[in-house]
């Protein structure tokens, strides 16, 4: 059963703390993505990866980091510099995009609440 | 960069009746236009897309519509059922951007009254 898979779907902290989220696919694409949505609100990309070990930010990059050690995983973690982290995380991933396969798949999300 | 405006924001729709969302883009080179519905709690699911190359696409009861002179894009849904209830966004890449991101409408929240 081939997808993106995201754990966990609800995951709370306490502020000052770092907190990783994951992404994992199958799919065996080259590019990985990492979104967050606030409610009622479109997507914004935070950071991006087309290869391993290369990822680039996006347009809200502060305070989260990331790392593509492998192909197939993606994690993010949301630092205690990151001003506002509750909000929903979307990975996302494509085929090849520096081939023109841009169609982007999501995952299911990670709900994220720090208190 | 690129910019994509979305609307309308919200629409109401009795079930049967059509619904029409549009999308505008800034950059002339974007080439790829995907269309996403997000249902509660969930991730954005890929509905159906167009390249620059093509002025219409249908999926059963949904089609897209491109016009590249004025940089306008539509999502035209028929025979609307209470499942289509959900979240859709729209979004554009531009052919030079050799990392495939996307920039997302802001959205429509689409309502089927039975």
């Known amino acids: 059963d081939g997808g993106i898979t995201q754990s966990p779907k609800y995951l709370f902290r306490k502020e000052g703390q770092n907190v990783t989220l994951s992404c994992e696919q199958n799919?065996?694409?080259?590019?990985m993505y990492w979104y967050r949505q606030d409610p009622g609100q479109g997507l914004r990309l935070i950071y991006y990866?087309?290869?391993?070990?290369?990822?680039q930010k996006g347009d809200i990059a502060e305070g989260y980091s990331v790392s593509r050690e492998k192909k197939e995983s993606f994690p993010l973690t949301v630092t205690s510099a990151q001003k506002n982290p509750t909000a929903f995380y979307l990975c996302?991933?494509?085929?090849?995009?520096?081939?023109?396969?841009?169609?982007?798949?999501f995952g299911p999300g990670t709900r994220l609440t720090v208190t | 960069g690129e910019n994509v405006e979305q609307h309308p924001s919200t629409l109401s729709v009795q079930e049967g009746d059509s619904a029409v969302i549009k999308c505008t883009y800034s950059?002339?080179?974007?080439?790829?236009f995907p269309w996403y519905k997000q249902e509660l709690g969930k991730g954005p699911q890929l509905i159906i897309d167009?390249?620059?190359?093509?002025g219409e696409k249908k999926d059963q009861r949904i089609a897209v519509t491109l016009n590249k002179t004025a940089k306008h894009f539509s999502l035209h849904i028929t025979e609307t059922q209470p499942e289509d209830s959900a979240v859709y966004f729209c979004?554009?890449?531009?052919?030079?951007?050799?990392?495939?991101?996307?920039?997302f409408g802001a959205g429509t929240q689409v309502v089927v009254t039975p």
């Open positions: 979004a554009a890449v531009a052919r030079t951007d050799s990392w495939g991101k996307l920039q």
């Open positions: 996302a991933s494509s085929i090849s995009p520096s081939g023109g396969r841009v169609e982007q798949y």
């Open positions: 167009i390249r620059s190359n093509v």
């Open positions: 990866s087309q290869i391993v070990n290369d990822f």
């Open positions: 950059d002339s080179a974007s080439n790829y």
């Open positions: 799919l065996n694409h080259d590019a």
